[in-house]
């Protein structure tokens, strides 16, 4: 069975501090991962997604395969990254089956 | 283009009702997939849909169904309501069915189960 874990339902940085949001997931198969974001009184939204390699907001994302690790990353923290955070895990096969994380809230502290 | 929309954006029913709730997709979008989000157990994949056929299901009990018509809208059904159905019920939307594809959501249905 897929999984998807967040360990931390609450990170608390502050403005201009290095952010890791940690993402471990569990799929019998080559995944396919994403992280979405949703900001206060919007909606769920893509941030980035693993196959596109892209940095996204000065977030950036690196499939560790050896770790099941999706951990996202951005080295200075701006108070308008203050959102929760999804990992998503999509598979099997050529149909659509995603499985969220539980989300971290992220806060950041002026 | 117009987001996803959903309709109603809030319900309140009783134990034992029933209730549909309407998800309208982005225009050239064919695969719509529903979720249940609960403070306890987050966002959870109910089914997905593509050309008006059901490709994917999560593990929720029959009493939810949905079904997608050809203009790819979209009907999720609860029947025989319990307490814990309350939740905020998602709809996504997404331009192809492969799996790498990014869901565009919409603002959810709270439904409220008393």
């Known amino acids: 069975a897929q999984r998807v874990t967040q360990p931390e339902k609450l990170l608390s940085v502050f403005k201009g501090a290095p952010v890791e949001l940690k993402c471990n997931y569990s799929?019998?198969?080559?995944?396919?991962l994403f992280w979405y974001v949703q900001y206060s009184r919007q909606r769920l939204q893509l941030l980035l997604r693993h196959i596109s390699r892209e940095s996204i907001k000065g977030f950036t994302a690196d499939l560790n395969k050896g770790e099941t690790s999706f951990h996202l990353k951005k080295p200075f923290a701006q108070e308008e990254d203050s959102a929760m955070y999804y990992c998503a895990l999509s598979g099997p096969g050529g149909y659509q089956k995603v499985t969220f994380g539980t989300g971290t809230k992220l806060q950041v502290i002026p | 283009k117009a987001g996803v929309t959903q309709t109603p954006r809030y319900l309140i029913k009783t134990r034992g009702q029933q209730v549909t709730l309407s998800c309208s997709p982005i225009s050239g979008h064919r695969s719509v997939s529903w979720y249940q989000q609960t403070p306890g157990q987050g966002l959870q994949f109910l089914f997905e849909y593509f050309s008006e056929t059901q490709r994917n299901k999560g593990n929720f009990p029959g009493r939810f169904s949905g079904r997608q018509f050809s203009n790819s809208r979209s009907e999720m059904n609860v029947s025989t309501l319990e307490l814990g159905d309350s939740a905020l019920y998602l709809c996504?939307?997404?331009?192809?069915?492969?799996?790498?594809?990014?869901?565009?959501f919409g603002p959810g249905t709270r439904l409220t189960v008393l």
């Open positions: 996504a939307s997404s331009l192809g069915q492969g799996r790498h594809n990014e869901q565009f």
């Open positions: 799929y019998s198969g080559s995944p396919e």
